[in-house]
């Protein structure tokens, strides 16, 4: 008699979550998962970043979004970002071969207010 208990927090690899396809609440692909940003100090996600590709005529650019603003869909093994896509055409966002110091308390602040999320840190 084994029981098959699945722990619904199971934490997985930040390997297996960079390449993730990052979807819209309407399904659309957005993009993918480039990079996973840990706080050190906090041992916490701070940001995934993610490629918008050519979506919304963006260009390759990289957009740092707060892991909290990203719903995790185990159906599909994917991320959705439930923010429209007027708001992605205005989201600030970084080259990629220019990242932002991300030392800069009030950048972090800008941030997760643009996706109206808490600070982690706070």
Known sequence: MSHQNT?????????????????N???E?????????????????????ISFGGFLSLGEKLFA????????????SEYVL????ERMESAPG???KHWPTMDDEQW???????YERSPYWE
Do not use: W
């Open 82 to 85: 439930n923010v429209s896509k």
């Open 108 to 114: 972090n602040r800008d941030i997760y207010k643009y």
């Open 29 to 49: 692909n957005l993009g993918d998962i480039k990079e996973i940003v840990i706080d050190p100090r906090l041992g916490r996600i701070a940001y995934a970043v």
């Open 7 to 23: 722990f619904s927090n199971t934490p997985v690899k930040a390997s297996s979550i960079i390449g993730s396809k990052v979807i």
């Open 65 to 76: 979004i707060p892991f909290s603003a990203l719903d995790y869909s185990l159906q599909n």
């Open 25 to 27: 609440s309407k399904g």
């Open 94 to 96: 970084f080259d990629t």
